[in-house]
Every structure is written in C-alpha cells, then in structure tokens.
C-alpha cells in the first residue's frame, strides 16, 4: 500500500469530482510527490488505486482501480504544415510590427503557426519535445484578442491529449537552476521572452490554467508567478502559489504594478510603458 502525504491541499477537487476546498482528499505519495490522482477521499469514501484489480472493501472503504490512458500526441508533421502563411495570420503580423528584429526568431522558437481561417495556433510542447495540443486564437491587427470569435483548444483532454504549459519544452533546453516566470497568456510569454531571455516563460492559458498535473512538471524550481493586473489574475496567482509549494517549489509572485486594475499583463507594460491605469 503506497504512503500517504500529510499534504492535503495538492488538488482542487477529489478525482470523483467533489471538491477539496476543506483537505478532505488525502494523497499517496508516488514518485516522492503528493499525486493529485491516487488518494483517499474522506468525503466520498472512495479509494483511488493506481493499477489495481478491484478489491473487496477494507474498512468499509471501497477500492476503485483508476485506469491510467495513454496520452495521446500530434504527429510533428501535422504541427509542420500550419508554420507559416504569416501575411494571414494577425498576431505574426503584429508581432513583426512591434518587434521587427526578433519576431522571425521568436516566430520558429515557439512554432507558431496559422489557420486555414488566419487565426493564430500556439502549439503546446511539453519538456519532452511532444506536442500536447494547439490554442486557436483570433487577433485583431493591434495585437489583441478579437472577441468576436471563440478561443479554443484543438486537441481535448478528453480526447486523450493530456495539456501541458505553453513554453514548457524550455525546461530541457536551460540549466534547471534558471528562474521560471509563469504568466497567464501565450502571448505575454512571447513578448517576455524577447526582452528577457535569459529567463524561462511559460504561459499557463488562463487564469486558472495552472493545475496540479500541469505543475508537476515544476516540482523543485524556482519560479515567480506574474499575475494579470485585475482580481482574477491576482486570485489566481494566490492559488498558483500554494499549488507550486507543495511540489517544493521556490515560489514568490510578482506584482508588475499594484495599481493597476484594467486587466493589463506584464506583455502590455512591456510594450506600451505609459499604459494609463
């Protein structure tokens, strides 16, 4: 029987889908991390196994197998074939606009690609150079996001594309004692990575897009979270922080401006210094 963790906050919600707001969920340890996926559950009473048989209850506790799905990924060619028709595609547009001496580079360094319909895909890779799925965006010709159209992500986790964080195949391409900045927007990872490469940036897609599968891939790291500039981002971030303390992490979050209310990220006050408050 594996060891539990006396860390009981690693998941938001226990497996069987109740929430884990009050620590009701106890992780086993695998792999000498708190899993977010193999526990005990207190409010439900269930037992979540990693490669069992089912079992006859133990204590009146009821053993239910979790049966672990190969991950699923998108073959290189197919990532190949959407790199390139810029001129259709907004956010490479504007990229090269704003950023006219780095865009070609920053354009291959995290293999954006374009739509049939122009929009922007930003391909996820993962730390082991495997794409995990694709965000298709719409932009306008000023760089943001055109809501007239749905943000969407091609390639569904319950399709059996498990997600990873944007930018994630730097991992393995720096020493791992280099500091990693979590931000929430693809785009913002770009634009930082421009001015400040000598630092890793990942991109969680959301808000809360940082969950603790994803995050395992940070366990032991150094990293500072930057927050959007509004409630959400900032909540968010606070969340972020306990997630990535329970894997180890050297965790702090960075306010860009405490003042600032309007939703503007790191990318904007990059770019546009005299954004007003």
Request: net charge positive.
């Amino acid at each position: 029987m594996p060891e539990f963790s006396k860390k009981r906050t690693v998941i938001h919600n226990c497996p069987c889908g109740k929430s884990n707001r009050d620590g009701k969920f106890v992780p086993y340890i695998v792999n000498d991390t708190p899993s977010p996926i193999y526990g005990f559950c207190h409010s439900c009473g269930e037992c979540f196994l990693p490669n069992i048989s089912q079992k006859p209850p133990v204590n009146g506790f009821k053993h239910n197998p979790v049966v672990v799905k190969p991950i699923r990924f998108i073959k290189e060619e197919l990532v190949n074939k959407t790199l390139k028709a810029f001129d259709k595609n907004n956010f490479a547009s504007w990229l090269r606009t704003v950023i006219p001496d780095k865009s070609e580079e920053l354009l291959r360094y995290f293999e954006i690609g374009t739509s049939r319909d122009g929009a922007c895909l930003f391909w996820y890779k993962d730390a082991l150079g495997q794409y995990r799925t694709a965000k298709k965006v719409f932009y306008n010709q000023n760089g943001h996001r055109d809501r007239g159209y749905i943000t969407q992500f091609l390639f569904k986790k319950d399709q059996g594309f498990e997600p990873c964080l944007f930018g994630e195949f730097q991992l393995a391409e720096y020493p791992v004692e280099t500091p990693v900045c979590l931000v929430e927007s693809e785009k913002t990872a770009i634009v930082s990575y421009a001015y400040y490469p000598f630092l890793i940036w990942l991109a969680t897609g959301g808000s809360h897009g940082l969950t603790a599968s994803k995050a395992m891939v940070l366990k032991g790291r150094s990293v500072i979270i930057i927050p959007d500039c509004d409630e959400a981002g900032r909540m968010a971030a606070k969340k972020s922080l306990e997630l990535l303390k329970v894997l180890d992490c050297k965790v702090i979050i960075m306010e860009v401006n405490d003042q600032i209310i309007s939703g503007a990220d790191l990318a904007d006050l990059i770019l546009e210094p005299d954004i007003k408050l």
